[in-house]
């Protein structure tokens, strides 16, 4: 079974809207923690957030923001007022005790803002 | 800061070649990995290191081998090239599991 699922292969809106990218996760670990990371079309990796599984606190970031959801297992990233420069694969990612604190990553969502 | 830089950006191997892949990072961190990324897919993880001398296997180490001999380096060594191993490669560091990683720009690798 997947332990990082990114249901959302690909997503394509409109600038300006907002728009949400799903991640849900699955650990036995009681201690874990959440990563996002971005991958614009020049193909570096960039990383976004880290979360740790004591802190449900939502976060936002400028237009970025983050819903951790522990009753879901779910750590989604919404973008509000979305711009052309937002275009990129997003992954996200779980790093577990029970995987030695190796990063194990979702499959990605490629998003496409269009003008 | 360069941060973590790679070399080469591209390189063409025949079938039974050999390469190295170059990674150093200038951050002073403990913690280095090597990933894969094949085609619409996420990383996959070949090794890595927990400090100078010390290495270990990720997820998908076979044809590869790795050395860290100083804080900085931890080259990827691939033998015996299969177009198999055709993919992008990311070295990446960070100052343990439970934090974020920096990755470098990568190196786009073909097997023919």
């Known amino acids: 079974a997947q332990k990082v699922t990114q249901a959302q292969t690909e997503i394509s809106v409109v600038e300006k809207e907002d728009v949400t990218l799903d991640c849900v996760y699955e650990?036995?670990?009681?201690?874990?923690?959440l990563f996002w990371y971005k991958q614009p079309p020049s193909g570096e990796l960039v990383f976004l957030i880290r979360?740790?599984?004591?802190d449900e606190q939502n976060e936002i970031s400028g237009r970025y923001s983050w819903n951790f959801q522990k009753s879901t297992s779910s750590f989604n990233f919404t973008i509000t007022a979305s711009q052309v420069v937002d275009s990129a694969v997003y992954f996200c990612?779980?790093?577990?005790?029970?995987?030695?604190?190796?990063?194990?990553w979702g499959a990605g969502t490629k998003l496409i803002i269009k003008p | 800061n360069a941060g973590v830089t790679q070399t080469p950006k591209f390189r063409i191997l025949k079938i039974g070649q050999s390469m190295t892949l170059q990674c150093t990072q200038d951050m002073n961190h403990n913690y280095m990995y090597w990933y894969r990324q094949d085609p619409g897919m996420g990383l996959k993880l070949i090794y890595y290191s927990v400090g100078a001398g010390i290495t270990d296997k990720g997820e998908v180490p076979n044809g590869y081998n790795v050395s860290r001999s100083t804080t900085e380096d931890f080259p990827l060594r691939l033998e015996l090239a299969a177009p198999s191993q055709t993919s992008v490669y990311f070295c990446?560091?960070?100052?343990?599991?439970?934090?974020?990683?920096?990755f470098g720009p990568g190196t786009r690798l073909t097997v023919t």
């Open positions: 990446a560091s960070g100052t343990g599991g439970v934090y974020e990683q920096y």
């Open positions: 990612a779980l790093s577990e005790e029970d995987s030695n604190y190796q990063l194990i």
């Open positions: 650990t036995r670990d009681t201690t874990y923690y």
């Open positions: 979360r740790n599984s004591f």
